[in-house]
């Protein structure tokens, strides 16, 4: 049994929740709290495997909260809240605080169905792999700055003042893919790029709106321009593009020219974006011209997808085990023979270069 203590302010949320965990065969909903300082107590006396909690509460809110878990009682822990709240960066500080998941509250497209299908689907996840994602989140959360500097400075001496200063066409494509763990592995990604790189097109598993502030957190960090992709959008040199929740994204040619389209098709491999549909349409579209990478993530999906880029003539590459937060996503497509490399993080970087240049 996944014993679960649900964390949130509104009683109709806890309701909800418990409702639906109660009804769960292969779950034990051992208790819920209205705030952190209750919810402490309970971790403590009941050892929950996996909490869901809000951000917004009073007393203490769900992101020092969250610090605090990590530190002193780490287990997985799925953020279930609004997109309106006081920082708009919120949930993804949550996921670089080492928060498993996230989940967005009821509203407006979102049902109060989707929601508890989507919450219990992310606990039985967590659970899968929660003594892994525990070492591995926290040990990157405490290397991730260090590494960010040290990759930089050695991207800068490798490279020298020959950072491709005139890419201005679309002619090759860089798609990346990502899940669990991989708003931390993209920042670090991202924060060291030069600013002049082919389009770079990105499907990171994320609720709708929440990869709306993912973008803009992405934006402060990096050298290139990255914003949530639109319907009918050209692609464009030096620019990061990533899936809305909610929306499956592909690339289609024109000419001489890619374009973004976006479609609420069927969820594979339970996800909308997914990577598989990014990819497979970067194989028909772009095909030798353009790179592939799977990030860290629960799962398989984008594993058929790079296969499918990989015999279409791109350069395939896998995230390794070591520096996977969850080495599920890249594992599928090293057995399926879609990558060409497999290749930790810190590499990846190089990778991107080296392929523009």
Same mark, same amino acid.
């Given at each position: ?135 591995? *989140? ?12 040290? +990759?930089? &400075? @050695?991207?800068?001496?490798? #490279? %020298? ?37 082919y389009p770079i097109v990105v499907v990171q598993h994320m609720p709708p709106d929440f990869t709306r502030q993912f973008a803009q957190r992405l934006h402060e960090l990096s050298n290139l ?48 974006? *997914? ?12 095909? +030798?011209? &353009? @790179?592939?990478?799977?990030? #860290? %993530? ?60």
């Amino acid at each position: 049994m996944i014993k679960v203590l649900v964390v949130d302010d509104s009683a109709i949320v806890r309701d909800v929740l418990s409702a639906a965990i109660e009804k769960q065969p292969d779950m034990e909903l051992v208790g819920t709290a209205p705030d952190p300082f209750v919810a402490r107590d309970k971790i403590v006396k009941l050892k929950p495997d996996v909490i869901t909690l809000d951000i917004e509460m009073p007393r203490m809110d769900g992101l020092s909260f969250l610090e605090r878990i990590m530190h002193y009682f780490p287990l997985p822990v799925i953020i279930v809240s609004s997109v309106t709240t006081h920082d708009p960066y919120a949930a993804v500080k949550a996921l670089e605080l080492g928060a498993f998941d996230v989940v967005n509250k009821p509203g407006g497209s979102i049902t109060v169905e989707d929601v508890k299908e989507d919450v219990l689907r992310k606990i039985r996840a967590a659970y899968e792999v929660r003594d892994r994602f525990i070492e591995r *989140a926290s040990r990157i959360a405490e290397e991730g700055t260090g590494t960010g500097r040290r +990759q930089s &400075a @050695l991207l800068q001496r490798d #490279t %020298g003042k020959t950072l491709l200063t005139q890419v201005r066409t679309t002619e090759k494509l860089i798609a990346i893919g990502a899940s669990t763990g991989g708003t931390v592995a993209l920042e670090q990604i991202f924060r060291v790029l030069p600013a002049h790189l082919y389009p770079i097109v990105v499907v990171q598993h994320m609720p709708p709106d929440f990869t709306r502030q993912f973008a803009q957190r992405l934006h402060e960090l990096s050298n290139l321009d990255v914003k949530e992709g639109e319907q009918e959008e050209i692609l464009q040199a030096g620019t990061v593009y990533i899936a809305p929740g909610g929306y499956h994204m592909e690339v289609q040619r024109r000419g001489a020219s890619l374009f973004i389209n976006l479609n609420q098709k069927e969820r594979i491999h339970f996800q909308r974006p *997914a990577v598989d549909m990014l990819f497979h349409s970067v194989a028909r579209e772009v095909g +030798q011209n &353009a @790179l592939g990478i799977l990030l #860290t %993530g629960m799962g398989r999906d984008g594993a058929e997808g790079l296969l499918a880029m990989k015999k279409a003539g791109a350069m395939t590459i896998a995230q390794d085990e070591e520096s996977s937060i969850v080495w599920g996503m890249p594992r599928s497509a090293v057995e399926l023979g879609a990558a060409a490399k497999v290749l930790p993080l810190e590499k990846v970087p190089a990778e991107i270069i080296t392929f523009c240049s």
